[in-house]
């Protein structure tokens, strides 16, 4: 079983990575991208999983751990392997929020797309994605950040009732600090 955490960026992927490694589950990083302004705790990150597409044999390291694939890299998951996607959703008026914040504390440009445009690009994506997903029959849970904050001991008990695994939910939920909840938009009407 390879155990996925999948979403759009800063949508909480990090966050559930320091969940479940909390929780007792081996987690795939590498270490490289190292904490900073933008993610404090750490990004929990494995490099070789870029080339998901060109090595889909690298997931056979990923056996019987927890490992973050960005949501437009699901689509390459070579068949041949169990797998378990939690899927984090944030409301797409915070994701762009962060990415916005996260571009100007780097000193880069921001996106070329209003935010109205970006919205829509990411919900086109992530819709694209959960409905592969769906065709693949891939066990999928989506997790709602907004939830997480809310009840993280909940939220633990039940990511660890997706993946069918004794985790310590104390452990998970522990992970969970509602003052890191920095982007807070209201969604357009």
């Known amino acids: 079983?390879?155990?996925?955490?999948?979403g759009l960026p800063?949508?909480?992927?990090?966050?559930?990575?320091?969940?479940?490694a909390a929780g007792g589950l081996p987690v795939l990083t590498d270490g490289l991208r190292q904490p900073d302004a933008n993610n404090l705790r750490g990004y929990y990150e494995w490099?070789?999983?870029?080339?998901?597409?060109?090595?889909?044999?690298?997931?056979?390291?990923?056996?019987?751990?927890?490992?973050?694939?960005i949501s437009s890299l699901l689509l390459a998951l070579?068949?041949?392997?169990?797998?378990?996607?939690?899927?984090?959703?944030?409301?797409?008026?915070?994701?762009v929020a962060s990415q916005a914040a996260m571009i100007a504390k780097l000193g880069a440009q921001g996106a070329a797309l209003p935010p109205?445009?970006?919205?829509?690009?990411?919900?086109?994506?992530?819709?694209?994605?959960?409905?592969?997903?769906e065709s693949r029959?891939?066990?999928?849970t989506a997790l709602d950040y907004h939830a997480l904050m809310a009840d993280p001991a909940g939220s633990a008990a039940?990511?660890?009732?997706?993946?069918?695994?004794?985790?310590?939910?104390?452990?998970m939920s522990s992970q969970v600090d509602?003052?890191?909840h920095r982007q807070r938009a209201q969604p357009a009407p």
């Open 137 to 140: 029959r891939l066990p999928v």
């Open 116 to 133: 109205a445009a970006m919205i829509a690009a990411l919900r086109s994506h992530r819709n694209q994605v959960i409905a592969w997903l």
């Open 178 to 180: 509602p003052a890191l």
């Open 47 to 69: 490099e070789r999983i870029k080339q998901l597409a060109q090595d889909p044999g690298c997931m056979a390291e990923a056996e019987g751990k927890a490992v973050k694939v």
């Open 78 to 95: 070579p068949p041949g392997h169990d797998y378990r996607v939690l899927f984090m959703m944030r409301p797409l008026e915070e994701v």
């Open 10 to 20: 800063r949508s909480g992927t990090s966050l559930a990575m320091q969940m479940l």
């Open 1 to 6: 079983m390879i155990y996925i955490v999948s």
């Open 158 to 171: 039940r990511v660890a009732g997706f993946f069918e695994l004794p985790l310590d939910v104390e452990a």
